[in-house]
């Protein structure tokens, strides 16, 4: 079953990627290999990749990346983002002094509705983090509450 979440997953965030970026060259979205500074808890969020944490009940995704793209630009693509899938709701907020940019909506996947949440975090002139939560929609508030934690140490530590 966790495989099974894995490949959809993966499956899930190629496509994502795919259409909320496509038409950019390679030179203006290129993802650097690097670790992000996380504080997350391995044992309800297991690692199954660099910046990739996963847990199977409930199903949850946390994906965070390094990507030469500016904040703007970034932004950009994701309200693009936001209203072809006809997101609700978006926001953006200054968090350790940097800018925030946040999209939700809900997404269903084989029959499981999840809480899709994107986040653009300016990192420098010329970089961004990008991260992206999935969480089941029947999950307990306090997994909602722990991964917007896990964001918030993204924030301050890189």
Sequence with gaps: MKKAFLVFV??????????????IGDDHFKQVEREIKIDIDETIFPKVNTNTFMSGKPKSLFLSALVENSYMNGKSKMLKFFYDKKF????EKMIA?????????TINKDGIDFVNKNYCIQYNEK????ITTLLEIEADAEYKGMLEKIVQSVVEKN
Excluded at 97 to 105: D, H, L, T, Y
Aim: hydrophobic share 30%; no cysteine; net charge positive.
């Design 10 to 23: 993966v499956l899930f965030l190629s496509s994502s990627i795919h259409s909320q970026h496509s038409g």
């Design 88 to 91: 609700d709701k978006k926001e």
């Design 97 to 105: 002094s940097k800018k925030v940019f946040s999209i939700e909506g």
């Design 127 to 130: 970089s961004t983090i990008m």
